[in-house]
Structures are given as C-alpha cells and as structure tokens.
C-alpha cells in the first residue's frame, strides 16, 4: 500500500467502502489535506485509520484525542507523533483508556511517566510498566505492586535492573506463563536467566498423605 500514487489515494479516499478509506487513513503517504478530510469521516473506523498514521500531524492527533468514540481517542494518544503537551494534558483524562495509551506511548515525559505509574487503574500501571523508555527507578517502585499483573509487566521490560528480576523471580506473585522462545525477544541475554525463572516458577507440589495400605 505504501507504493500507492498520491493520485490513487486521494481518489481512494472518497471510496464508499469504510475499510477503503480506513486504509488510506493509515497510509503515511497520504497527504495532510486528504488526512484532515479523512478526520472528519462519520465513519468511527476511518478516523481511527488517521489516529494510527505515524504522519498524520500533532495537531490533528490532539483533535482525535477528543473524539466521541473511546477507540478513535485510544489510538491517537498512543501514537509517538502526537504532542509531549498533549500527551500531559490526556495523562489526567477521565477515560483510564486514553491514560493507558498515554502510559505506554513512548513519548510520554518522565514526570508524566511517574504520576502514571500510581494511577488507581491496574491497566495505566502496567501500561507503564510495560513501556520501553520507563527507567530502572520506576520498575524498581511498581515491581511492588498490588496487582500482580503488573508486576508481570515489570519483568518484561528490558530496563528492568537483573537484581529485580531475581525478587520478582523468588515472589510467588510474580508467576508469569511465558511461551517457549519469549524470554529470548524481550530480555536481553543479562535478564534471560532470570525472565527463565519467573516464567517456570510454579508453586512447590503438595504431598499426598498416606493411606493406611500404604504404610
């Protein structure tokens, strides 16, 4: 899709197939004119094509940030292109589903990162949890958390410091199921015995008691 004319995507964008202009939204050679255009869609899907584009620009992102529907907003402020004001600005929204996006966007500032990180919503803590630019200081404070989801999320996250990963690996909370291979592509070779530890923890087998024709 992203070999297609300029031509063709504007003529694509007045198709009366949803799906159609939803993709021509996400293309990031669609130009800022047809994008503005797409934005205003009546169709929920298409403005959520322009909230996903890398390209489409920050004022617009902070536009579709307010949108009425929760899937249009989510996106947009989960999109690295959109404004570090706008993304402080969301990090107090009402919505704890455009703070998770907020939370896990990589462009979120570090203070904003810090408030996020004791939200009362499980979802906005593991958010950050899971997000590559949190630092180690951060980590190290939610790998206590209540939920512990979101300390599965802390043990994911390569900045996680190893000695973390060791607590996390010795807490009975910490149980984490990962696949075979997956400890490979999110810790680097320093976390991988650690992240090995957590993932085959499993709480120690209790012993059947004796039956009298047994003794």
Not at 24 to 48: M, Q, W
Not at 56 to 82: F, Y
Not at 118 to 129: C, F, N, P, S, Y
Not at 202 to 212: M, S
């Amino acid at each position: 899709r992203y070999n297609t004319s300029v031509e063709t995507l504007t003529a694509l964008s007045k198709d009366m197939d949803p799906s159609v202009r939803e993709s021509v939204g996400g293309n990031e050679k669609t130009p800022i004119e047809i994008l503005i255009a797409l934005s205003n869609d009546d169709n929920e899907c298409v403005r959520r094509g322009v909230a996903i584009n890398r390209n489409t620009p920050e004022e617009l992102l902070a536009v579709l940030s307010q949108d009425d529907e929760p899937g249009v907003r989510h996106w947009a402020a989960g999109n690295s292109s959109i404004s570090v004001e706008t993304l402080v600005a969301l990090s107090t929204f009402e919505d704890c589903g455009v703070r998770s996006a907020v939370a896990g966007n990589p462009s979120t500032p570090l203070e904003t990162l810090v408030a996020l990180s004791k939200d009362e919503e499980m979802w906005v803590r593991k958010a950050v949890a899971f997000n590559r630019n949190t630092p180690p200081e951060i980590l190290t404070a939610l790998s206590n958390d209540k939920d512990e989801d979101v300390m599965e999320a802390v043990a994911y996250n390569r900045n996680t410091p190893p000695e973390i990963l060791d607590t996390l690996s010795r807490s009975k909370q910490a149980t984490t199921e990962l696949r075979d291979g997956d400890d490979a592509f999110f810790y680097p070779k320093r976390h991988q015995a650690s992240a090995r530890k957590i993932a085959h923890k499993k709480a120690p087998v209790k012993k059947k008691p004796a039956r009298d024709n047994d003794k």
